[in-house]
């Protein structure tokens, strides 16, 4: 009868530290529901900093004509030994520390701040408004424009920019997403604005705080930081996770209730 009481007595418990051992904060977007919609700004797309290279290129119905606008190729040598090849790609603007670059015969422009959609529709005008060319078409693209992912993720590193509007979400599925140690709330983005190093703080679990940040547009130079949760962190001390584990208190448990069955049988 007494046997039957203890475990009557242990058995709840062992129940809610069961319970007690499911993750928290492991879902994103916590709060989207079936009926949910969120806006989304997408104008925040990337623009010109001081460093950036443009590859700017302009064409019309005369090739001649437009070849004077144009910066000329250059010829690269890529490979080691018998793989080695040429390749030749158009020469690139480098934004000055004014933001200008320099372009054939209109000489200074001011791109800083523009998108690459901006800086095509102000050469253009210039061009027509000049009388310099009829129908010109200017395509302008960033070359060499990166973003680093740190912390916990699966695969950190360096990558590419290569559309105008990358999501902050695109950029940690390109480094093989968080790991289960990765703190959905604790997700920073560190960006260069005036000179000053700002910090966005980034919660995965609230779709409409994230898609509402300024960070939510991956930014040229963007570091992107997961920080560790409180599991990871335990683990550089020694049985870190041992006192919080259910396994830990189920076995405590089942020593305790042992040691009671002995002394009261």
């Known amino acids: 009868m007494l046997k039957k009481k203890i475990i009557k007595i242990f058995l709840p418990s062992l129940l809610l530290l069961t319970s007690c051992g499911m993750p928290k904060n492991i879902v994103y977007f916590q709060d989207l529901d079936t009926e949910k919609e969120i806006d989304i700004d997408y104008n925040n797309s990337i623009v ?7 590859s700017i290129i302009v064409t019309c119905q005369n090739p001649e004509l437009a070849a004077i606008f144009n910066l000329p190729l250059v010829t690269t040598l890529a490979g080691r030994g018998s793989s080695q090849a040429y390749n030749q790609q158009v020469a690139t603007y480098t934004v000055n520390k004014e933001g200008d670059i ?9 791109v800083e701040g523009l998108t ?3 800086i095509s529709d102000k050469i253009q005008n210039e ?8 129908d010109p078409v200017v395509s302008v693209s960033f070359v060499n424009v990166f973003y680093g992912v740190t912390g916990e993720v699966a695969k950190p590193g360096r ?3 290569d559309r105008d509007r990358m999501t902050v ?13 990765g703190d959905r709330i604790g997700v920073k983005v560190l960006r ?13 679990t609230d779709a409409e705080k994230v898609t509402k940040s300024p960070a939510f547009i991956i930014q040229q130079d963007d570091m992107i930081y997961v920080t560790p949760n409180p599991a990871r962190g335990r683990m550089s001390t020694v049985n870190g996770n041992n006192l919080i584990s259910t396994s830990f208190w189920i076995s405590i448990a089942s020593v305790l209730t042992s040691v009671a069955v002995l002394i009261f049988k």
């Not at 320099?102 to 001011?110: A, M, S, V």
């Not at 061009?127 to 009829?134: E, F, H, T």
């Not at 695109?170 to 289960?180: E, H, K, P, V």
């Open 159 to 161: 990558f590419p920019i």
């Open 169 to 181: 979400l695109d950029a940690l599925a390109n480094a093989g997403d968080l790991t289960i140690y």
């Open 116 to 118: 690459r959609t901006e």
């Open 102 to 110: 320099n372009f054939p015969i209109l000489g200074q422009i001011k």
């Open 192 to 204: 260069r604005e005036n000179g000053i190093l700002k910090t966005y703080n980034l919660d995965l």
């Open 127 to 134: 061009l027509m408004s000049q009388k310099l060319l009829d």
């Open 48 to 54: 010109a900093k001081p460093n950036d290279e443009l």
